[in-house]
């Protein structure tokens, strides 16, 4: 489903225009970017979570040479899905 699908699909399911949907998901995009840019933990009860992870120093290869390189820490997202998300796939 790409953004203007998931548009549609949230102004039919909430009954509202197709302008005022992609409002929505631009703001939701927004909160959960600034949120991850401070640290915090997002949830969406029973869909997701979405969190800001800090990655250790390791050791890694160069795929092309086989060479090891250090691979300096970082931060990195993690994304969960809730339990009706898991729920949904089976």
């Not at 909160?31 to 050791?59: F, H, M, N, W």
């Amino acid at each position: 489903m790409n953004r203007s699908e998931l548009v549609a699909a949230v102004a039919e399911k909430a009954g509202t225009t197709k302008s005022d949907a992609d409002a929505v998901v631009t703001a939701l995009g927004e909160v959960l970017i600034d949120a991850v840019k401070r640290g915090e933990k997002v949830q969406v009860p029973g869909i997701l979570s979405v969190e800001k992870v800090k990655r250790s120093a390791r050791t890694g290869r160069n795929p092309a040479t086989g060479e090891a390189l250090q691979i300096p820490e970082g931060f990195g997202v993690k994304v969960s899905a809730n339990y009706k998300l898991k729920a949904a796939a089976k």
